[in-house]
């Protein structure tokens, strides 16, 4: 069973959030994509709607999510299911906070201007 410690993830910066990738097709897996979102405290996400399916995992802290204009407050151990297509938004709470993410790969991000993300750890 092949396992993947937190020092061989590999590391990504964007929107002032960092993505610790574990699982993609660039790391041999066929059908999942996963990582683990850390999120400064007070750091104010960008709306995007997700190509694909997304489940993220609250690991500590609390992060507010508004999806589709519903703004919640998830804390640590709650689970954030995102359809795609959705627009959906992920700010950071009081402290930093952290969260798990798994998704299908080739997931793809639009943002409110129409930009279109590829982000390299859903790849």
């Excluded at 993609?24 to 996400?45: F, I």
């Excluded at 995992?57 to 995102?82: F, K, M, N």
Aim: charged share 15%; net charge negative.
């Amino acid at each position: 069973m092949p396992i993947i410690r937190p020092h061989e993830a590999q590391q990504f910066a964007a929107h002032g959030s960092t993505f610790a990738s574990y699982v993609s097709p660039r790391r041999g897996a066929k059908e999942l994509c996963a990582w683990k979102l850390t999120v400064p405290a007070g750091q104010m996400g960008i709306a995007h709607r997700p190509s694909n399916e997304e489940v993220l995992l609250v690991l500590d802290g609390s992060l507010s999510v508004s999806l589709d204009g519903v703004v919640e407050e998830a804390r640590a151990g709650a689970v954030i299911v995102v359809p795609a297509g959705s627009e959906v938004k992920v700010d950071g709470g009081a402290t930093d906070s952290s969260a798990w993410v798994t998704t299908t790969p080739g997931l793809q991000a639009t943002t409110v201007d129409g930009a279109v993300l590829s982000p390299p750890w859903a790849q």
